[in-house]
């Protein structure tokens, strides 16, 4: 396996310090999808014991970006058309609810978190730095699910969210080659939401996660 570039964990939870280094190794693309995890090497890489890696690398799994295939080992998770159509279909339906209710329920508090974080993003764009603006874009959608107070769709989304930042991650890679493009993805269902247009909104963001998603599971035919 090549090296991952990930720094050693030295103190506090290394096993979380383990997973939260792996995962956003996977997330950031360094790691790609298919690609063999060798534990002993990475272990020795981190610095910490192969029991202690092995439980981050379980706790991944459930996250659904590692795998584990019995007399073969670990491996990043492959992201097949599928896996992204079922993704993206399932974002989009909790993002759409989502949006529908903090834009009719019209709270001050929280629709004052989401413009920061869509402000947030306009700034990441504007500096063009590839990691801040993917983890302004999946924090605006975070800051929506949240906002709901809705409790089991925030415990919903939080099963599926590694898995929608990795599809984040790389739609803003492969799809938008330019910064301005993500911003003009999301600034329509944004605006909905702060005027409190709750059909409107939660019919944008649909559209906003349909478009994406589409466009990724085209791109993932077309290569396969």
Do not use: C, F, Y
């Given at each position: 396996?090549?090296?991952?570039?990930?720094?050693?964990?030295?103190?506090?939870?290394?096993?979380?310090?383990?997973t939260?280094?792996?995962?956003?190794?996977?997330?950031?693309g360094h790691l790609k999808p298919g690609e063999r995890i060798t534990e002993t090497a990475l272990a020795d890489?981190?610095?910490?014991?192969r029991g202690t890696l092995r439980t981050g690398l379980n706790r991944l799994a459930t996250e659904g970006i590692v795998v584990q295939t019995p007399y073969v080992?670990?491996?990043?998770?492959e992201l097949t058309a599928d896996d992204i159509w079922e993704i993206w279909t399932l974002r989009g339906s909790l993002e759409r609810l989502a949006a529908t209710l903090v834009a009719k329920a019209g709270d001050a508090q929280v629709l004052q978190a989401i413009e920061a974080a869509f402000m947030a993003l306009q700034k990441a764009c504007a500096k063009g730095t590839r990691k801040a603006i993917n983890q302004c874009d999946f924090t605006l959608h975070q800051a929506i699910i949240e906002g709901t107070g809705h409790q089991r769709l925030i415990r919903q989304y939080a099963l599926v969210q590694q898995q929608v930042r990795w599809v984040i991650n790389t739609t803003n890679l492969l799809?938008?080659?330019?910064?301005?493009?993500?911003?003009?993805?999301?600034q329509a269902f944004v605006q909905?939401?702060?005027?409190g247009e709750s059909e409107t909104a939660g019919e944008l963001?649909?559209?906003?996660?349909?478009?994406?998603?589409?466009?990724?599971?085209?791109?993932v035919q077309a290569n396969a």
């Open positions: 396996m090549k090296s991952t570039q990930l720094r050693p964990v030295s103190k506090l939870s290394a096993e979380q310090q383990a939260e280094s792996l995962r956003e190794s996977i997330l950031s890489q981190l610095g910490i014991a080992g670990w491996q990043v998770a799809m938008h080659t330019s910064p301005e493009t993500i911003l003009e993805q999301h909905a939401i702060l005027k963001a649909w559209q906003h996660n349909a478009h994406d998603g589409e466009q990724l599971v085209q791109w």
